[in-house]
């Protein structure tokens, strides 16, 4: 099966710009979350959708980053505007549903730098 | 909040050698599972093994081998006869039995494993 798929790959920007990434979870997978990974750390949960219904943004910067899961497939990640502690990569993920034994697939990440 | 300590910020192991990463963790809860994870230059994360808390016994796979002390809160990893595609960034991670709640898995900052030819 396909897996989960995430562009870009890279992007640079200045501060206080704007940017969006976009993840495609593997198809038929309800459950899909976003990772914040700073560089010498783990990932972070920024964001846990359950179709196209938020069940977890409590690590999420509301005041600057967003994210939507429209139809409760495709989903993008915003940041207005960029600090620069926002550089990391930004990991999607995905599951088939809820559950103690479903595992999670990763996407490859997109890895963001804020000049 | 549950957090997760990997203390050993770089490993080394000889190829065909054993190596044993360490982490601990910290949780008041009684149910929940660990993982470890590998990611590679690519960054894609990847599921190398997983313990249930309710399991006494240690969770194998293949080479990967766990040990899990519960009433320590220490999960260890042991890759035996290690090759040169283990090389990578390896994640302990916690997260709590679900429930039809967040999923959200607590990540250790990392140990980078370098294998030696």
């Known amino acids: 099966e396909a897996g989960v798929a995430q562009s870009p790959r890279y992007k640079i920007i200045e501060k206080r710009q704007s940017v969006a990434f976009w993840c495609n979870p593997i198809?038929?997978?309800?459950?899909l979350y976003w990772y914040q990974q700073i560089l010498g750390q783990g990932p972070k949960l920024l964001i846990q959708?359950?179709?196209?219904?938020?069940?977890?943004d409590s690590q999420l910067p509301k005041d600057r980053f967003s994210a939507e899961r429209l139809k409760g497939v495709d989903s993008t990640l915003k940041i207005q505007p960029a600090k620069l502690e926002d550089s990391a990569v930004y990991l999607c993920?995905?599951?088939?549903?809820?559950?103690?034994?479903?595992?999670?697939?990763f996407g490859s990440g997109t890895q963001l730098s804020v000049l | 909040a549950q957090t997760v300590t990997q203390s050993q910020p770089e490993m080394s192991v000889q190829e065909a050698e054993t190596v044993t990463l360490s982490c601990t963790y910290d949780?008041?809860?009684?149910?929940?599972?660990l993982f470890w994870y590998k990611q590679p230059p690519s960054r894609q994360m990847i599921l190398v093994i997983r313990?249930?808390?309710?399991?006494?016994q240690n969770a194998t796979e293949n080479r990967f081998s766990v040990n899990f002390q519960k009433a320590a809160k220490s999960f260890s990893l042991k890759i035996s006869d290690s090759q040169l595609g283990d090389a990578a960034m390896y994640f302990c991670?916690?997260?709590?039995?679900?429930?039809?709640?967040?999923?959200?898995?607590?990540f250790g900052k990392g140990t980078k494993l370098t294998v030696n030819p």
């Open positions: 993920a995905s599951s088939r549903r809820p559950g103690d034994n479903e595992k999670l697939f």
């Open positions: 198809s038929g997978h309800a459950t």
């Open positions: 959708f359950q179709n196209n219904g938020v069940v977890d």
């Open positions: 949780t008041s809860e009684s149910d929940y599972y």
């Open positions: 313990q249930e808390a309710y399991k006494q």
């Open positions: 991670a916690y997260r709590t039995s679900t429930q039809g709640g967040s999923e959200k898995l607590v």
